[in-house]
């Protein structure tokens, strides 16, 4: 058996916490031959919820868990990490615009990067859940400067498996024979999830999804906004925003990049190189593959004129969303 690893997950007290800690103590992260130490980093009123959290840990006497440490000091938490799930961020409260959301979260993750600097592995992988993921990452990473940038990603799997599923159910396949679907941009409501490249085995043959649903109509409208609005769909359903279907995708999304994603692309956000003609410097959701540890955009692909729209206006978001932070960063 290897040696175990040191995992952090913020927000651990909350409610992605509460089914992410199980996917990654049960192996299904890091693999099944790979023990984690798992760090628990949750703010100070939450100690006693997490203490909770942390007897049920115990409590399902998994091999693989070597060890948890919970704490409401960033510094300790972070200390020789090797992955990092920036769950925790403040819940957006009754009557407060998206700006103050912004701010307030902003300003965790500059404390938080500037922890992770001074006591991460300098190979740390971090992955942002905590809303809004994508400009998250970038004060994160701009604060944890001794840190590669390409070690900083927001997720968009929850959007990618929203996606998936959304067209193997259209088509009526099981949802592993879709693959190749794209989300680009913010998560929030400018994402372009992107069918045009995606592809499905039905009867044994693969195929493009687009000819497969031969519906241009819906994939350029009722796919997109159903994928968009799915949380919001969450939330009204279950008076709770998407928790068990998040934590899934923040598995995936470490999963993927520590062992690879195999002949499959997956979307990630990661620091744009300005390819397919997005601002750089923004986190911005690619397709990307990933192998040995290391994510990489996948080049060449067309952009239609419906699709440069899309990916202008969610560029255009992450721009501006960029500059607020910066500018909240500076007091
Ligand atoms: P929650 O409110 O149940 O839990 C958040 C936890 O973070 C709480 O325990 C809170 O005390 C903790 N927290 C707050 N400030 C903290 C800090 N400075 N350091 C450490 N912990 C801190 O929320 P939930 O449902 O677990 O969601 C967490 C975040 O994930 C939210 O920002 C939500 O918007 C986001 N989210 C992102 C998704 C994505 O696809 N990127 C999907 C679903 C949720």
């Not at 919970?70 to 799930?85: G, N, S």
């Not at 992955?127 to 993921?133: E, F, K, R, S, T």
């Not at 940038?149 to 498996?161: G, I, P, S, Y």
């Not at 419906?306 to 007091?331: H, I, N, P, S, Y």
Request: hydrophobic share 45%; with cysteine; glycine share 8%.
């Amino acid at each position: 058996m290897a040696e175990p690893i040191k995992v952090v997950v913020t927000g651990a007290a909350g409610q992605i916490a509460y089914s992410l800690l199980y996917q990654i103590a049960s192996g299904a992260v890091f693999g099944p031959n790979q023990p984690v130490y798992l760090h628990l980093l949750d703010i100070a009123p939450m100690m006693g919820v997490l203490e909770g959290v942390v007897m049920e840990l115990a409590d399902c006497a998994l091999p693989l868990l070597a060890g948890v440490l919970p704490t409401a000091k960033p510094e300790e938490a972070f200390k020789d990490v090797v992955a990092a799930f920036l769950v925790g961020a403040m819940p957006r409260k009754e009557g407060m615009e998206r700006k103050d959301l912004l701010a307030a979260n902003v300003r965790i993750f500059k404390e938080q990067g500037q922890a992770l600097d001074k006591v991460a592995r300098k190979d740390v992988k971090v992955l942002v859940v905590g809303n809004p993921a994508n400009t998250n990452a970038l004060i994160c990473s701009k604060y944890a400067p001794s840190i590669p940038k390409e070690n900083f990603t927001a997720m968009t799997r929850l959007d990618q498996n929203r996606a998936q599923s959304q067209l193997a159910a259209k088509i009526g396949v099981p949802v592993q024979n879709v693959k190749n679907v794209i989300i680009w941009g913010n998560h929030s409501s400018t994402q372009f999830p992107d069918a045009s490249n995606a592809v499905v085995t039905v009867g044994g043959a693969q195929k493009p999804v687009p000819a497969a649903i031969n519906d241009d109509a819906y994939l350029k409208s009722t796919f997109v906004t159903t994928v968009q609005k799915r949380g919001a769909a969450v939330i009204a359903a279950r008076k709770m925003s998407s928790a068990l279907s998040a934590a899934k995708a923040a598995s995936d999304h470490m999963r993927d990049w520590f062992l690879g994603s195999g002949d499959r692309w997956v979307s990630m956000g990661v620091v744009s190189d300005g390819s397919y003609g997005t601002p750089r410097d923004v986190v911005f959701s690619f397709p990307v593959t990933t192998a040995n540890g290391k994510w990489k955009i996948v080049q060449g692909l067309t952009i239609t004129d419906f699709a440069r729209q899309m990916l202008d206006a969610t560029g255009k978001e992450l721009a501006e969303e960029k500059q607020e932070a910066l500018d909240v960063c500076k007091d």
